[in-house]
């Protein structure tokens, strides 16, 4: 029942900047934890960034951390994923996902996430 919808992505230099959405519906958004992977071809899919419930938790990955930064506007239902400083190896299919159950700490075990948006193309040229 629930569903997730990513936008934003699309082609860009190195160096520039991208930003994706994830908007939820079907279930109270600010309970859940929120989560954006991305999966290059050949590669596993994994988690680059979490975000809390509330928005006051949060997770980046070594890969994107000082360059990526994860927010939610839960009155919009609705998760972001700011993309600055991108490189040619953030190129990428991005998914926004969401855990079924809540959990005592954030979630970051790629496992337990369980409603994925359909993905968004970021491609990062040099």
């Known amino acids: 029942q629930v569903q997730l919808v990513e936008s934003g992505g699309g082609l860009v230099q190195a160096g520039g900047s991208l930003r994706l959405s994830c908007a939820a519906s079907?279930?109270?958004?600010?309970?859940?934890?929120m989560g954006w992977f991305r999966q290059a071809p050949g590669k596993e899919r994994y988690l680059i960034a979490a975000?809390?419930?509330?928005?006051?938790?949060?997770y980046l990955a070594d890969s994107v951390k000082g360059r990526f930064t994860i927010s939610r506007d839960n009155a919009k239902n609705t998760a972001y994923l700011q993309m600055n400083s991108l490189k040619p190896e953030d190129t990428a299919v991005y998914y926004c996902?969401?855990?079924?159950?809540?959990?005592?700490?954030?979630?970051?075990?790629?496992?337990?996430?369980?409603?994925w948006g359909q993905g968004t193309q970021v491609t990062v040229s040099s």
């Open positions: 996902a969401a855990p079924r159950f809540r959990f005592r700490e954030l979630v970051t075990d790629t496992t337990l996430y369980t409603y």
């Open positions: 079907g279930r109270t958004f600010s309970s859940y934890d």
């Open positions: 975000i809390s419930g509330s928005g006051g938790t949060t």
